[in-house]
């Protein structure tokens, strides 16, 4: 009832910088929560980032001070700006949304597709 449409990956260099977003669309829906994920070949998804309808956010420590999350409400969108990238960075991310559907009823997660972010050094 969700769908998550991500855009702004790419290949970019060590130290450089990188946006990307989200935009949810859907019916009978109040967005809780968004956020972005990653995955790295062979290692568990982790979040990256998340930020609350009431504007709270949250940071891996790994990305504290180089990630920007934030959304626009009147767009359901978040985006991810991230600065001072590191190869360490480079995996698929992926968009995430905790939402209250209101048919049937229910708080479910949905992701995006994923978007590849490859860091080169």
């Known amino acids: 009832q969700v769908q998550l449409v991500e855009s702004g990956g790419g290949l970019v260099q060590a130290g450089g910088s990188l946006r990307l977003s989200c935009a949810a669309a859907?019916?009978?829906?109040?967005?809780?929560?968004m956020g972005w994920y990653r995955q790295a070949p062979g290692k568990q998804r982790e979040l990256v980032a998340s930020?609350?309808?009431?504007?709270?956010?949250n940071y891996a420590d790994s990305v504290k001070g180089r990630f920007t999350i934030s959304r626009d409400g009147a767009k359901n969108t978040v985006y991810l700006q991230m600065n001072s990238l590191k190869p360490e960075d480079t995996a698929v991310y992926y968009c995430?949304?905790?939402?209250?559907?209101?048919?049937?009823?229910?708080?479910?997660?949905?992701w995006g597709q994923g978007t590849q972010v490859t860091v080169s050094s």
């Open positions: 930020i609350t309808r009431g504007g709270s956010t």
């Open positions: 859907g019916r009978f829906f109040t967005i809780n929560s």
């Open positions: 995430n949304t905790e939402a209250f559907i209101r048919v049937p009823d229910a708080t479910r997660a949905y």
